[in-house]
């Protein structure tokens, strides 16, 4: 029985430390045509995703992230969806941080939680709001903190205020919805906006190089989650040319529009995915 009972009680807290989050809100692209006031805007981050379920930290796609006790410490049991983040241009460090299996303090000294939304809070985003700031204020955690929140009442406002956050050296700015309810899955009450457009694909083949790239990798062949192939022959250094990403690895590219055939247009490399992104219900 004694046996039986350990075994059951292994089995519990693996499945709890498995346990998948739940599928997050997601945005769709900003493309004008929406009443401004009726939105609030904030910066886009270049951080990992997380989502904080009032215990434990876990990533978008549902990896338990290893963070030291002390960086959760005193934290609120209220569920919150928002950014681990260093600052801007820091992704690959906040990136190779979360991905380790160890949890060093010092190492996770200068990150922080970014928060922006409460998943489990039923009202609307300006109530969440509000409930975010109390809940961060009581913590008092140096690595707990609010992504601001603004209004910009006209799209000559708007677009100003991305220029100076792309000058800046960030990405562009998240929109969302001042009425809207917490809901997983694409909304269009949350949207990105962003010089250029970026997405999700799978390497599928490492094509060889020519040329200066003669013995390296030329380009990826990539398939899209709705089953499209292309090729990605930019934004890589002479590093990543040498160890590309594996087969089956999903990366971030960027892309400006699509052409007459529905693929990406000028389809460059960003970064290496450390998940597979959720899947999207209007795909």
Partial sequence: MR????????????????????????????RGGVA??????SEKLDGVRARWDGHALWTR??????????????????????????????????SALVR????????????????????????PFTD???????????????????????????????DEELARVVAAGGEGLMLHRRSARYRTGRSEDLLKYKPHEDAEAQVIAHLPG?????????????????GRNFRIGTGFTDAQRSAPPPIGTWLTYRYNGLTS??????????????????PDPKR
Avoid at 76 to 88: K, N, T, V, Y
Avoid at 261 to 278: H, K, N, Q, S
Wanted: proline fraction near 9%; charge should be positive.
């Fill in 3 to 30: 046996l039986l009972l350990s075994a059951l009680l292994c089995l519990l807290t693996w499945s709890a430390l498995a346990a998948p989050s739940p599928e997050p809100m997601l945005a769709t692209t900003y």
């Fill in 36 to 41: 401004l006031p009726d939105f609030l805007i």
């Fill in 61 to 94: 796609g549902g990896a338990r992230i290893a963070a030291p006790s002390t960086f959760t410490r005193g934290w609120p049991i209220e569920p919150m969806d928002g950014e681990l983040w260093i600052a801007r241009g820091r992704f690959d460090e906040i």
């Fill in 100 to 123: 380790r299996a160890g949890s060093d303090p010092q190492a996770w000294r200068h990150v922080r939680f970014m928060a922006f939304d409460l998943p489990a809070h039923p009202g």
């Fill in 128 to 158: 969440r709001v509000v409930r975010m700031r109390a809940l961060i204020t009581a913590a008092s955690s140096m690595h707990l903190a609010m992504i601001p929140q603004r209004r910009f009442d006209t799209r000559t406002a708007l």
């Fill in 210 to 226: 020519k040329g200066k790239y003669t013995g390296m990798m030329g380009a990826l062949q990539v398939r899209t989650p709705e």
């Fill in 261 to 278: 055939t529905g693929l990406p247009r000028f389809a460059r490399f960003v970064r290496v995915r450390e998940d597979r992104p959720p």
